[in-house]
């Protein structure tokens, strides 16, 4: 079997296992027109986000009065570019998310395998097998080391 079609039978298991099961995508605070200090760059859930917002507003009732442009909004990221999975703030759900370098993910899943009965575990893997590259004559370690991890989920099954 070709290393694409090892990836490609993975990939399948991976999705398979997962069911339905997806992530929240990464939401954030943004406050608007006021001068006030919060925790910008922090990944919530859509529920937390919306939980800290609600808080945001009570404590800042007064300055947002004052200004009827400024406002406290939720934005939804689509699946940020990342190193390793994303996790809410507060709550520490999984958020949805994509590898940018796989090294710390493959030792990992090197380190500890990978438990097909979580999906989380099964969504971070898919996310690590969509790193692969699919050109072979590239002869990339990471792509070898990939390909390893996905025989061991397929001789496990």
């Keep these: 079997m070709t290393n694409n079609k ?3 039978k993975a990939i399948k298991l991976c999705t398979e296992k ?9 939401h954030w605070i943004e406050i608007k027109y ?3 200090s919060i925790d ?8 937390c986000a919306e939980k800290r917002k609600s808080e945001l507003e009570i404590k800042y009732k007064s300055e947002l009065e004052k200004d009827p ?3 406290i909004e939720v934005f939804e990221c689509y699946s940020q570019e990342r190193e390793g999975p994303a ?15 796989v090294e710390d993910e493959l030792k990992h899943y090197e380190d500890h395998g990978i438990d097909l009965n979580n999906q989380e ?3 971070s893997f898919l996310a690590l097998l969509e790193c692969y590259t699919y050109m072979e004559h590239m002869n990339y370690e ?3 080391r990939i390909v390893k991890l996905a025989k061991s989920i397929l001789e496990a099954k």
């Design 6 to 8: 090892i990836i490609e």
């Design 18 to 26: 997962m069911g339905d099961y997806e992530p929240d995508e990464i």
């Design 34 to 36: 006021l001068d006030i």
């Design 40 to 47: 910008y760059g922090e990944y919530r859930c859509s529920e």
């Design 69 to 71: 442009d400024s406002s």
């Design 87 to 101: 996790s809410c703030e507060d709550c520490d759900v999984m958020l949805n998310y994509f590898l940018c370098d």
């Design 121 to 123: 575990d099964c969504f």
């Design 142 to 144: 990471s792509d070898k």
